[in-house]
């Protein structure tokens, strides 16, 4: 790949993603989605990256529809639609771990802790779905106490998430799909010999 269109591209990511507000959101969006679409797993990456290095993670909950409609809103938004996009593709686990483990140095609210997934998941207001993806996506990262955190986390959102689609009737659905659906994402994430974090292998 012709190197230097893809650094044009990643830093005008940068750029959108930093400059992000209620009147150019649905532009910025635009102009961001295409350049993954050109540009591939880099520019995912680097969207990824970018946007948990600019969202404060300080708050307990979730932007209220007032702060919904502030920069930090806009950002939370926007990584919350790129990671349920993420939950049906294979660079869902190298993406997250990336853009996690290499913040960048603006980012002073989120830090590697046995806390940082339910921090992350609170401050965005994950889906189920979301939360039991991003805690099996960062069983990988390559710092232990996030490692420690994805597991301690995931093991509580995981068994809830599994027992809310067994439980559901025949006749409901899901908005983020089927249990079969789920169970591809869980075993797809589990593949790197993750099991037994999450209780879902027997001890030896």
């Known amino acids: 790949m012709n190197q230097e269109p893809c650094s044009y591209a990643l830093t005008q990511i940068t750029g959108l993603v930093a400059n992000l507000n209620k009147k150019n959101f649905a532009a910025s969006s635009r102009q961001i989605a295409q350049f993954v679409k050109d540009f591939g797993v880099e520019a995912d990456r680097h969207l990824l990256r970018a946007l948990f290095s600019a969202i404060d993670f300080s708050s307990d909950a979730p932007p209220n529809p007032a702060q919904a409609q502030t920069q930090n809103g806009l950002l939370i938004r926007l990584l919350s639609e790129e990671l349920t996009g993420l939950l049906t593709k294979p660079q869902l686990v190298g993406n997250v771990c990336y853009a996690v483990d290499n913040l960048l140095p603006q980012q002073k609210t989120l830090k590697s802790s046995p806390h940082l997934v339910a921090q992350v998941s609170t401050a965005l207001g994950c889906s189920p779905i979301q939360e039991g993806a991003l805690a099996l996506a960062l069983l990988n990262s390559a710092h232990s106490d996030t490692v420690l955190s994805a597991e301690n986390h995931g093991r509580i959102c995981l068994a809830g998430l599994i027992e809310s689609y067994i439980n559901l009737e025949p006749s409901q659905s899901s908005q983020e799909g089927s249990?079969?659906?789920?169970?591809?994402?869980?075993?797809?994430?589990?593949?790197?010999?993750?099991?037994?974090?999450?209780?879902?292998?027997?001890?030896?």
């Open 179 to 204: 249990l079969n659906e789920l169970l591809q994402h869980i075993l797809s994430v589990l593949s790197h010999g993750k099991l037994r974090e999450f209780g879902l292998y027997p001890e030896d």
